[in-house]
């Protein structure tokens, strides 16, 4: 497994950025897909973003689609992702995840098989 440590939620204002980081050790990391997920209360924990291992291919909700952009550094063992246009409903613990995933599972939460704590994000309304 990959150890993962998220950083960089808070709180944002309406239309607002944030960047989160989630750095990895342990397996390797540059061989690993990477995946965000998050959870609003009261909610299960859905899919948000995917990088493939390579970082040739991603994949969004659609409810993030042209706001948020995932990315990774493998130098740094660290996967990022990039919000902008931040929106109340964006509330959430965003966790970051990796696992041996195929394209069929990119967005399978039970795919994952390493997680982090989380951060939280808050945009209030």
């Known amino acids: 497994q990959v150890r993962l440590v998220e950083s960089g939620g808070g709180l944002a204002q309406a239309g607002g950025s944030l960047r989160l980081s989630c750095a990895g050790s342990?397996?390797?990391?540059?061989?690993?897909?990477m995946g965000w997920f998050r959870q609003a209360p009261g909610k299960e924990r859905e899919f948000v973003a995917f990088?493939?291992?390579?970082?040739?291919?991603?994949d969004y909700a659609e409810s993030v689609k042209g706001r948020f952009t995932i990315s990774r550094d493998d130098a740094k063992n660290t996967v990022y992702l990039q919000m902008n246009a931040l929106k109340p409903e964006d509330t959430a613990v965003y966790y970051c995840?990796?696992?041996?995933?195929?394209?069929?599972?990119?967005?399978?939460?039970?795919?994952?098989?390493?997680w982090g704590q989380g951060t939280q994000v808050t945009v209030p309304s």
């Open positions: 342990g397996r390797t990391f540059s061989g690993t897909a």
């Open positions: 995840a990796a696992g041996r995933i195929t394209t069929a599972t990119i967005r399978w939460r039970k795919a994952y098989d390493s």
């Open positions: 990088i493939s291992w390579s970082g040739s291919s991603t």
